[in-house]
């Protein structure tokens, strides 16, 4: 689905003097490379503070420990998403609370968080799924409406933007209480491992998280409040800090090569290709298709037999996942969540596709619908 390989040959000469200072200098832990790339992460997401961490798993988890959140607290989710995302609620001993998506935008639909508020609703965690901004004007009207916080999921969309009715435009990740994302290897800011990272413009809120994710500590070996250990390791700041500033050039190539795939499919009555709201820059950590009268896991078979790699993201709502049965969400109704998830396919997708490449892959996708 990604080609990291490719991607390392292009930028080698400055990842290697990168990553041979971290290991000349033996500052593994908490190296100067750390601050200097949240210094960084932080501008480039147009926010006050940017807390790197372990993962983006992690990420979500500091996030809501941050938050005071007691036991049976209700929290907003999509169920379409990467379990991460909904198992740290439950991990926290919070209530996941799993609304439906946008069969637009695949993300959160703000009409669906209004009618599952509670009185004991604590907090919304829209995602941003596949790379598109959730409808944040709508969700903050309702956080503002109700007191809820909102910690935006953006381990897929790093980059994005949202633009609010008034014209005025927000990076993804800075527009919530909190904003969590994940450098796992193939995410469109990947690194050479794990990696996550926390943002926010709210200081005390982001001191606290900086404490919990170092054991809680305020100054060395005194733990005022329960943490972790959720460190980014200096050799991975060390390569996010070279990539970071080729990560709006990786968001161009992956939109050129969206802009291929719907060519590609334009108007083929039995394939949706991905929408494209007004209000969010789109940067297709996935492209993901929708299929209505072809079976998508022959097609996903098909291709494999062609050397196509195709995912499908994801193939058991986290609604319907056994690790929830306590909650008996499965006998939630999320027709919309249902529906997709028997009809996502998505295709490969990186920075370093060719033209012939392409070609083989929207012709095999073509062959497989037309037959
Ligand atoms: C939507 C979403 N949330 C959270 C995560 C978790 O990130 P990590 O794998 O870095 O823990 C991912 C990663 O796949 C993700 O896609």
Not at 218 to 230: E, L, P, Q
């Amino acid at each position: 689905m990604v080609d990291l390989k490719e991607q390392y040959k292009k930028i080698k000469s400055e990842i290697d003097v990168a990553v041979m200072k971290v290991i000349e200098t033996a500052a593994f832990i908490n190296g100067p490379q750390v601050q200097s790339f949240a210094n960084s992460l932080a501008e480039y997401n147009g926010v006050k503070q940017a807390i790197p961490c372990a993962n983006g798993t992690d990420a979500l988890q500091i996030a809501m420990m941050a938050l005071d959140l007691q036991p049976g607290d209700e929290v907003i989710t999509p169920s379409f998403t990467y379990i991460a995302t909904t198992e740290v609620i439950a991990l926290l001993k919070l209530t996941p609370v799993f609304v439906d998506v946008d069969p637009e935008t695949f993300c959160i639909n703000p009409a669906a968080i209004e009618k599952a508020i509670t009185p004991k609703t604590k907090a919304i965690v829209p995602v941003h799924l596949y790379g598109q901004a959730a409808n944040m004007e709508e969700i903050m009207k309702i956080a503002v409406a109700h007191n809820l916080y909102v910690i935006e999921d953006n381990a897929q969309a790093i980059g994005s933007k949202f633009y609010f009715s008034d014209g005025t435009m927000k990076k993804t990740g800075s527009i919530g209480t909190i904003g969590t994302t994940s450098f796992f290897p193939s995410k469109n800011l990947g690194g050479y491992g794990d990696g996550g990272a926390i943002t926010s413009d709210d200081d005390q809120l982001a001191n606290k998280m900086r404490m919990i994710a170092n054991h809680g500590q305020s100054k060395r070996y005194y733990h005022d409040i329960v943490g972790c250990n959720s460190r980014l390791d200096s050799l991975q700041a060390a390569v996010l800090e070279v990539k970071l500033n080729y990560l709006d050039q990786y968001i161009d190539a992956r939109r050129q090569l969206a802009d291929a795939y719907d060519a590609a499919f334009s108007g083929h009555p039995k394939i949706k290709t991905p929408f494209r709201a007004p209000y969010s820059k789109h940067v297709f950590h996935q492209y993901t298709l929708v299929l209505e009268g072809i079976d998508r896991d022959k097609l996903h078979a098909y291709l494999a037999e062609h050397n196509i790699p195709s995912m499908i993201y994801y193939p058991v709502p986290a609604h319907r996942q056994k690790m929830f049965s306590q909650f008996n969400s499965s006998s939630t109704e999320l027709p919309v969540t249902d529906w997709l998830t028997e009809r996502v396919i998505s295709l490969p997708m990186h920075t370093e596709m060719d033209e012939e490449q392409i070609n083989f892959i929207t012709s095999s996708v073509l062959k497989f619908a037309n037959q």
